[in-house]
T-cell receptor
């Protein structure tokens, strides 16, 4: 049963515009949420995280918003750059499973010039 | 530089054979994890270990085995009982209970059954 869901498999955005990637979750025991960027045949690289007690975290062009009541988070990339093109995974840390991460299926972002 | 090393990068296995994927980290992280990625799928947890000589099954542990004899090493054996082993395997580690700025992943091993 998928506990972390990314319902948009792909997203295309023009360079300079905002990219918004969405993620929903079902497990109330998740205490941290993380976003990873991944290229084919490579390991994911960490982008940004947010604690379940916060509603916003910002790091440069990346901002993550958490709506705990809706069990929804989103990653905003502003402005989007062609180098941002990759697959983005939403992940949630489960304090009941040795702090292992549960991943969504990913959203493939394409930023066009 | 500290990091996680997975080897080999590509691995071919004949049906019916066991194969072991290596994962070594020099980050002094306590916890280590194995994930599997299939096309169009997220990363699914196979096994995890929070301390040496202890490990727990993840969501898809059937057909896999692990050991954690040293803090730095967490090898994964794909046994002949794994019905569909062709996939991309990722090892990760984290400090203790994990930190807010994430987990460190290796670069992965692509396993193909021929």
């Amino acid at each position: 049963d998928q506990q972390v869901k990314q319902n948009s498999p792909s997203l295309s955005v023009q360079e300079g515009r905002i990219s918004i990637l969405n993620c929903d979750y079902t497990n109330s025991m998740f205490d941290y949420f993380l976003w990873y960027k991944k290229y084919p045949a490579e390991g994911p690289t960490f982008l940004i995280s947010i604690s379940s007690i916060k509603d916003k975290n910002e790091d440069g062009r990346f901002t993550v918003f958490l709506n705990k009541s809706a069990k929804h988070l989103s990653l905003h990339i502003v402005p989007s750059q062609p180098g941002d093109s990759a697959v983005y995974f939403c992940a949630a840390r489960n304090s009941n499973s040795g702090y292992a991460l549960n991943f969504g299926k990913g959203t493939s972002l394409l930023v066009t010039p | 530089d500290g990091g996680i090393t997975q080897s080999p990068k590509y691995l071919f296995r004949k049906e019916g054979q066991n194969v072991t994927l290596s994962c070594e980290q020099n980050l002094n992280h306590d916890a280590m994890y194995w994930y599997r990625q299939d096309p169009g799928q997220g990363l699914r947890l196979i096994y995890y270990s929070q301390i040496v000589n202890d490990f727990q099954k993840g969501d898809i542990a059937e057909g896999y085995s692990v050991s954690r004899e040293k803090k730095e090493s967490f090898p994964l054996t794909v046994t002949s009982a794994q019905k569909n082993p062709t996939a991309f395997y990722l090892c990760a580690s984290s400090k203790g209970q994990g930190v807010a700025y994430g987990y460190t992943f290796g670069s992965g091993t692509r396993l193909t059954v021929v």
